[in-house]
């Protein structure tokens, strides 16, 4: 935890969420502090959101969790990303990853 850099993001680090047998990409979220501890003291993706100002546990209301199998820190200490084993989709809109839409290059 000492090599995290919660400063950048005003106490938040941003969690890139992998699938840790398919290495998907099925999320981007953020953590605070306390968020990270939980999440490797239980072994559950903890985030802090954003929006409602508080801890959030990924599968609370859905059933969706995710079990935490690793947890990564970039080389500045501001991004982790969290391997994991879901037990549904990821994305709030049933999608099993919030990537879903393709954003075409530019043509020309």
């Known amino acids: 935890m000492d ?3 919660f400063s950048k993001l005003g106490g938040l680090v941003s969690v890139v969420v992998q699938d840790s047998e398919t290495g ?3 999320m981007l979220a953020f953590a605070n502090r306390e968020a990270l501890e939980r999440t490797l003291k239980e ?3 903890y985030f802090y959101s954003r929006s409602r100002q508080r801890l959030w546990l990924k599968g609370e209301t859905s059933g969706n969790y995710m079990r935490v199998v690793q947890v990564l820190v970039d080389c500045d200490g501001d991004a ?9 989709p990821a994305c709030h809109l049933g999608n099993r990853s919030c990537f879903s839409r393709v954003l075409a ?3 020309g």
Request: net charge negative.
């Open 3 to 5: 090599s995290l850099d």
């Open 43 to 45: 072994g559950l993706a």
């Open 80 to 88: 982790v990303i969290y391997r994991v084993i879901p037990a549904g």
């Open 105 to 107: 290059p530019p043509t």
């Open 24 to 26: 998907e990409v099925l």
